[in-house]
């Protein structure tokens, strides 16, 4: 199949500015060898949206009869792999799959679903026992770090055989070094309590107690309300002439260019992109020590932590501002190198375009027999 074109038609729930879609877009412009449609529920239209990342894309969008619109659309195009993104996406495809067999069904597994703190776990619940079913019907998963994988295999019973990791990409620019440190810390995210906001003000509670001087830049998008809680506890801590609070940022890269160190003290992540993003912009990054940000953080000095010792970790941070800030460049220059070599764009998309030609090619041979 080498040089041959796939046709490959994207499933995914919402074009909402998170994760898993900002990956997906960056990954469509590096295939080589994959013609690319998407099919989505909802364009996300009141908010930030990767659809202006997706100029090339052609875009199908149904927000009522998901089922039968998408059935028609896969019935009446010659998709050599419909590719599913989130549950919701995967049980549609997982169903049309089994009254139509001309194409080939891929799911991505981009968290680990129902199982984060202050999350909804009923609406998980009740569809767990057919997601199970639809993913090892399926021709193949990507998980997107070792974690999940492992998270399928001994909690969800998802057979090892189908699932292979092609961990998130980052676009390597060619950058400056930051020559002034502004001693600014900085914490970007949707604002969800697993995420580790509280953390992270405890952190700066214990600065503040030790008086360092330091800023602290919070931002992110409050889908559930979890911002009261946040400026309760900056008062609590008497942290209101050292924090602020922005909205989410459009373009992230802005936000780290106000920033020294990323404090990512997340209790569960699917892989956490931000942490890479943070990297590639000449940030240094302190995160927990979890895996999957474990697998791509370089735990340079010690840069990798335990995110209940918060006494600690603002020590450590304390430590990175002095001795002529050499610890925090070195910190992040070690941590850059180390992504450069193992994690960019070029790579994932490489990596999933090799995933769908195997998979057709066991299809085909599956066929023959």
């Given amino acids: 199949m080498k040089n041959e074109i796939l046709r490959v038609l994207h499933v995914i729930p919402t074009l909402k500015k998170d994760g898993?879609?900002?990956?997906?877009?960056?990954?469509?412009?590096?295939?080589?060898?994959?013609?690319?449609?998407?099919?989505?529920?909802d364009l996300y239209e009141r908010g930030d949206s990767i659809i202006e990342n997706l100029n090339n894309i052609k875009i199908y969008n149904q927000s009522n009869l998901n089922l039968i619109s998408l059935y028609r659309l896969i019935k009446n195009n010659d998709y050599d792999i419909v590719h599913s993104h989130l549950p919701k996406a995967d049980l549609l495809v997982g169903v049309i799959r089994i009254l139509n067999k001309k194409f080939i069904h891929i799911c991505s597994v981009h968290a680990q679903y129902g199982t984060r703190d202050g999350?909804?776990?009923?609406?998980?619940?009740?569809?767990?026992?057919?997601?199970?079913?639809?993913?090892?019907?399926?021709?193949?998963?990507?998980?997107?770090?070792?974690?999940?994988?492992?998270?399928?295999?001994?909690?969800?019973?998802?057979?090892?055989?189908?699932?292979?990791?092609?961990?998130?990409?980052?676009?390597?620019?060619?950058?400056?070094?930051?020559?002034?440190?502004?001693?600014?810390?900085?914490?970007?995210?949707?604002?969800?309590?697993?995420?580790?906001?509280?953390?992270?003000?405890?952190?700066?509670?214990?600065?503040?107690?030790?008086?360092?001087?330091?800023?602290?830049?919070?931002?992110?998008?409050?889908?559930?309300?979890?911002?009261?809680?946040?400026?309760?506890?900056?008062?609590?801590?008497?942290?209101?002439?050292?924090?602020?609070?922005?909205?989410?940022?459009?373009?992230?890269?802005?936000?780290?260019?106000?920033?020294d160190i990323f404090l990512f003290l997340s209790n569960s992540e699917g892989f956490g992109l931000v942490a890479l993003e943070a990297i590639e912009n000449n940030v240094a990054v302190i995160c927990s020590d979890i895996s999957p940000l474990n697998e791509f953080v370089k735990n340079s000095e010690g840069a990798l932590v335990n995110r209940s010792n918060t006494?600690?970790?603002?020590?450590?941070?304390?430590?990175?501002?002095?001795?002529?800030?050499?610890?925090?460049?070195?910190?992040?220059?070690?941590?850059?190198?180390?992504?450069?070599?193992?994690?960019?764009?070029?790579?994932?998309?490489?990596?999933?375009e090799k995933f769908y030609i195997d998979a057709i090619n066991v299809y085909k041979e599956y066929s023959i027999k």
Avoid at 21 to 41: A, R, Y
Avoid at 184 to 203: C, F, N, Q, S, Y
Avoid at 318 to 340: G, H, R, S, T, W
């Fill in 311 to 352: 006494m600690e970790i603002a020590k450590f941070i304390e430590k990175l501002f002095n001795n002529e800030n050499l610890l925090l460049k070195k910190v992040q220059e070690e941590q850059k190198q180390f992504i450069e070599e193992n994690f960019t764009i070029e790579n994932s998309a490489n990596k999933i």
């Fill in 119 to 259: 999350e909804n776990k009923i609406k998980y619940f009740f569809s767990y026992k057919l997601w199970k079913i639809v993913l090892n019907r399926s021709a193949g998963v990507i998980a997107i770090s070792n974690r999940i994988k492992e998270w399928l295999i001994l909690d969800r019973k998802i057979k090892s055989s189908k699932i292979l990791t092609i961990h998130y990409g980052v676009k390597i620019k060619n950058r400056k070094v930051k020559k002034n440190v502004s001693r600014t810390i900085g914490m970007a995210a949707r604002i969800l309590p697993w995420k580790g906001w509280d953390k992270v003000l405890e952190v700066a509670d214990f600065l503040n107690k030790n008086q360092v001087n330091f800023k602290l830049k919070l931002a992110g998008s409050d889908d559930e309300g979890y911002l009261k809680v946040i400026n309760s506890l900056i008062k609590k801590y008497d942290l209101t002439e050292v924090v602020e609070v922005e909205n989410h940022y459009e373009n992230i890269e802005e936000f780290f260019e106000k920033i």
């Fill in 20 to 41: 898993a879609e900002v990956q997906l877009s960056e990954i469509f412009k590096n295939f080589k060898n994959v013609e690319i449609e998407l099919f989505t529920f």
